[in-house]
């Protein structure tokens, strides 16, 4: 056995496991003095980069040359900061430290050569040896910076992909001992290696926590040991192990390990059992103990630590999303109609639909977050070339051909299922055949030209028959003639229909699109094979064979009157044929609507602008986060019955009860590191509160919240059981808010994390907080206990 027990939790040592979580720390302001770093720093120790050739380049810096235009083209000095998590770098008139600097764990993709719109544009020039492009996540804009020799460009290219490799095979404890220990070294004010108690206060502030002066006194107290009124060596650890103390962990571990303090194979397995995790046994409480367990000593004597215990709650498999839902999961071989497919409106834009810009860049973000239908405004180009943009609004223009080449060469990245090109007509019969032209020998075996041969003609062929291939959503001939002897576009038929046409963008007369404007090619129209866009007329499947291969485009007012006039037939339509709806045209914003309303009725293709982040966007985000994050979802087994008799306004009794609550014993509902929101104001503390929202069918929609906790956004506890009772669990998404709390004015947006309830873990759970663009938060987090029960 082993020797006492271990009465008490050690420090995690240097040698513990790395569980492949994908996080990193909180914005990291570069130091004041931002003199060269120490390339012997903890954290790239810790990372094994301390004599890597590429990182040390990094940390010395460079001055490279960032283009922006032909004409903006400036040389700024770029360095590494010694956390190896940040970048510093120069402007041309100095600005609140957090604006000198951009996160690793921010960066999507380091691009090398012209590789980006922005260098093939302004940077041609250049040698592409000499280039590359750091792209972000959100809506930051990409960075295209020229190195003054190739040599040094590698050094960059090779570094960052470098510390982003490390960073994802950080475990949650690693990155919050970086989070930590950087703010330790920022609060140093004379860097001499010791904390006076100043600097402790000072410390504190940074953490977003606000405590009084006696008790932060006698914190410090006692670990001064030496009795000097500073702090050094062991007795700063000992501080930053009194401050990460998470005692609602130690209460619930105590409850299940009792007085000796560690978990045997079979408390821990009771624990397990405890959080409803099915088919739990001996053999996967030893396989959790070897994997997160962080003593050498406990881990041969089949034993966990709080230490372990920690780790493992903090890991994937402790967070409230079920880790084998990361995964693809879900059957791949049904029908396109039976699944949710991630969906972009005006994908080129990457701002508003008056005057933002255009850009293929916009393409690649989108395929990035597992977007799978595309939209292409097409609009007659000079040069015989079609353009696209937001017709006759101050929106730029990008090349038809380049859009494709951007399909091409990023559609299948992220995931292998099928990218739909949902394209909007503008064009005449020439650049209609030019488009068709530069689909086929660009796209080459990827584009879908024919029918399969093995296809069933009553349905649609499956995500996983389509793997690696593009649809073309277009009007195919003969095609469906509008009253006017021509037909129109998708949009237009729906503006049209319900008044909603805002101005000359909506309806054109012919001779503004160019010669034959509204015909359709021959050439274009071949290529509409599965997904012919076809005006709405019934919802009722006429007496002829099945059509599954029309798709109908309706707009978020058209889709709403449906879903509340003939509930059940839109959702018995959508069983059978693929249906998009996108926002009206009256959002010039680029604002986006609620995406929840049409999931419900069973809308596969729900277009909604990604470039606007908000609620909106969380949803979508949150219902694709699912199935390896794929872009496809397959639906409840009600919205894919072609007899079902579902409908979403009268879903039936309530059958399933959510509690998020703090349990009788240890009451938890708590968050962790929260970041503070006015970074350049140190005595700014945020005072948050939680707020669960359920997004379902209109009678399950609901959201309740706690109190606020005054000035503590690094450890705040509530006390309160939060519960919802639901009638369509299948469809619901649940949305986790922080707010800070305002007296005076509306509260400021914290984070959030939004998932299924069906991917929804219970027991005592992680939940690790995005930002408003999606970007993580780590160490942020929230802890929590989830109860479902069914009827």
Same mark, same amino acid.
């Given at each position: 056995m082993l020797c006492g027990r271990w009465r008490r939790a050690r420090r995690p040592s240097e040698e513990s496991p790395a569980p492949a979580r994908v996080t990193a720390p909180l914005e990291l302001p570069p130091s004041p003095d931002h003199t060269a770093p120490r390339p012997g720093s903890r954290a790239l120790k810790k990372m094994g980069l301390t004599e890597d050739e590429d990182v040390h380049a990094m940390l010395r810096g460079s001055q490279l040359c960032k283009i922006r235009s032909h004409?903006?083209?400036?040389?700024?000095?770029?360095?590494?900061?010694?956390?190896?998590?940040?970048?510093?770098?120069?402007?041309?008139?100095?600005?609140?430290?957090?604006?000198?600097?951009?996160?690793?764990?921010?960066?999507?993709?380091?691009?090398?050569?012209?590789?980006?719109?922005?260098?093939?544009?302004?940077?041609?020039?250049?040698?592409?040896?000499?280039?590359?492009?750091?792209?972000?996540?959100?809506?930051?804009?990409?960075?295209?910076?020229?190195?003054?020799?190739?040599?040094?460009a590698q050094h960059w290219a090779r570094g960052l992909d470098k510390l982003r490799v490390r960073l994802e095979a950080m475990s949650q404890w690693e990155r919050l001992d970086h989070w930590i220990h950087f703010y330790l070294h920022r609060a140093d004010s004379n860097q001499d290696s010791k904390m006076s108690f100043k600097e402790i206060k000072s410390l504190l502030c940074m953490v977003n926590v606000d405590v009084n002066d006696m008790y932060a006194y006698r914190l410090f107290k006692a670990c001064d040991q030496s009795n000097d009124e500073r702090l050094e060596g062991g007795e700063i650890e000992e501080f930053v192990r009194q401050l990460l103390k998470r005692p609602e962990l130690e209460e619930l571990f105590c409850q299940f390990s009792g007085e000796d303090r560690v978990l045997s194979t079979s408390e821990l397995l009771e624990f397990l059992k405890a959080q409803g995790e099915t088919g739990a046994t001996l053999a996967h409480a030893r396989q959790l103990i070897q994997t997160y367990e962080l003593h050498e000593t406990a881990k041969r004597h089949e034993l966990m630590t709080l230490d372990g215990f920690m780790m493992y709650l903090l890991s994937p498999e402790g967070a409230a999303l079920d880790p084998a839902h990361a995964l693809v999961f879900q059957d791949m071989g049904q029908p396109l109609t039976h699944y949710f497919i991630s969906s972009s409106h005006n994908t080129y834009l990457t701002d508003s639909q008056i005057?933002?810009?255009?850009?293929?860049?916009?393409?690649?973000?989108?395929?990035?977050?597992?977007?799978?239908?595309?939209?292409?405004?097409?609009?007659?180009?000079?040069?015989?070339?079609p353009v696209i943009y937001h017709g006759h609004t101050l929106t730029s223009k990008i090349l038809f051909r380049d859009v494709v080449q951007a399909v091409h060469d990023h559609a299948f990245e992220r995931s292998p299922y099928p990218v739909i090109l949902s394209l909007e007509n503008h064009c005449g019969l020439e650049q209609q055949a030019v488009m068709a032209h530069h689909l086929r020998t660009i796209l080459g075996d990827q584009l879908v030209t024919e029918v399969l041969g093995t296809q069933d003609p009553q349905e649609l062929p499956s995500p996983e028959h389509l793997k690696g291939r593009v649809l073309v959503k277009g009007k195919k001939l003969p095609g469906s003639w509008g009253e006017d002897s021509r037909p129109v576009s998708?949009?237009?038929?729906?503006?049209?229909?319900?008044?909603?046409?805002? *101005? !000359? +963008? #909506?309806?054109?007369?012919? %001779?503004?699109?160019?010669?034959?404007?509204?015909?359709?090619?021959?050439?274009?129209?071949?290529?509409?094979?599965?997904?012919?866009?076809?005006?709405?007329?019934?919802?009722?499947?006429?007496? *002829? !064979? +099945? #059509?599954?291969?029309?798709? %109908?485009?309706?707009?978020?007012?058209?889709?709403?009157?449906?879903?509340?006039?003939?509930?059940?037939?839109?959702?018995?339509?959508?069983?059978?044929?693929?249906?998009?709806?996108?926002?009206? *045209?009256?959002?010039?914003?680029?604002a986006n609507y609620s995406p929840q309303e049409m999931w419900n009725v069973g809308c596969q293709l729900v277009a909604l602008n990604f470039q606007t982040p908000g609620y909106e966007m969380d949803l979508n985000t949150g219902r694709f986060l699912v199935n390896g994050r794929c872009g496809y979802v397959l639906k409840p087994l009600c919205l894919r019955q072609p007899d079902t008799a579902f409908d979403p306004g009268r879903p039936g009794p309530p059958n399933t009860t959510l509690t998020i609550q703090p349990c009788p014993s240890p009451q938890v509902l708590s968050a962790q590191q929260l970041p503070k929101l006015n970074t350049e104001k140190p005595g700014s503390i945020v005072d948050p509160l939680v707020r669960v929202e359920i997004h379902g069918v209109p009678e399950d929609c609901a959201q309740q919240e706690t109190s606020h906790v005054l000035n503590n956004g690094f450890n705040p506890r509530w006390g309160q059981t939060l519960q919802f009772l639901l009638r369509a669990p299948e469809l619901a998404l649940v949305r986790f808010v922080v707010e800070d709390y305002d007296t005076a004015s509306p509260n400021d947006f914290v984070g959030q994390f939004t998932l299924p309830l069906s991917s929804l873990k219970q027991g005592y759970r992680h939940i690790h907080l995005l930002a408003k663009d999606g970007a993580p938060l780590s160490p942020a987090t929230l802890f929590i206990h989830v109860c479902a029960q069914h009827s």
């Open positions: 004409t903006w083209q400036k040389e700024r000095l770029y360095r590494l900061q010694e956390d190896g998590l940040s970048v510093w770098f120069q402007r041309r008139f100095p600005h609140a430290p957090s604006r000198h600097i951009f996160l690793v764990q921010h960066i999507e993709a380091v691009r090398q050569g012209h590789q980006s719109e922005g260098l093939r544009r302004f940077g041609a020039a250049f040698p592409p040896a000499r280039c590359l492009t750091i792209t972000f996540r959100g809506r930051r804009k990409n960075l295209d910076l020229v190195a003054r020799s190739a040599e040094e005057g933002g810009l255009s850009s293929t860049e916009a393409y690649i973000r989108a395929f990035s977050q597992g977007c799978r239908c595309v939209e292409l405004d097409c609009w007659e180009g000079p040069g015989g070339e998708d949009r237009e038929e729906e503006e049209e229909e319900d008044g909603e046409a805002v *101005g !000359p +963008a #909506q309806h054109r007369a012919p %001779s503004q699109a160019g010669p034959q404007a509204g015909q359709i090619s021959p050439e274009l129209s071949a290529l509409a094979v599965y997904c012919c866009a076809t005006r709405l007329q019934t919802l009722q499947p006429g007496p *002829g !064979p +099945a #059509q599954p291969c029309q798709v %109908s485009s309706l707009s978020e007012r058209k889709a709403r009157k449906l879903l509340r006039e003939a509930g059940n037939s839109f959702v018995r339509h959508n069983t059978r044929q693929l249906t998009r709806v996108y926002p009206l *045209g009256l959002r010039v914003n680029s």
